[in-house]
């Protein structure tokens, strides 16, 4: 069992930067990949960013490269979403997931965080 929680989120401006932080305990060892996605009101849940938890391999979105970097630590078993430049169509519930593969969709995620609400004013 792998418990997620996601914190960091709050309201920025837009061009503005937040860094989310996803706290991992109870880490399995089939734990291959850690992700983002986002949600926003009347709308599926959206990858955003990927991470292999031991070699470091990333993968993002269309919509949020050049402007979001996914990362984590190894040491404190976290993965964190650097966001830059955000724009108000950014503004979403922001989750981690835990999985046993890297990928962009979302039923490969066995483990997932409450979420952390994002919001971007124009």
């Known amino acids: 069992q792998v418990q997620l929680v996601e914190s960091g989120g709050g309201l920025v401006q837009a061009g503005g930067s937040l860094t989310l932080s996803c706290a991992a305990s109870?880490?399995?060892?089939?734990?291959?990949?850690m992700g983002w996605f986002r949600q926003a009101p009347g709308k599926e849940r959206e990858f955003v960013a990927a991470?292999?938890?031991?070699?470091?391999?990333?993968v993002h979105s269309d919509s949020v490269e050049g402007r979001f970097t996914i990362s984590r630590d190894t040491t404190t078993n976290a993965v964190n979403l650097q966001m830059n430049s955000l724009k108000p169509e950014d503004t979403a519930v922001y989750y981690c997931?835990?999985?046993?593969?890297?990928?962009?969709?979302?039923?490969?995620?066995?483990?997932w965080g409450p979420g952390t609400q994002v919001t971007v004013s124009s």
């Open positions: 991470i292999t938890w031991r070699g470091g391999r990333t």
């Open positions: 997931a835990s999985g046993s593969i890297l990928s962009h969709r979302d039923y490969e995620y066995a483990y």
């Open positions: 109870g880490r399995s060892d089939s734990t291959y990949a």
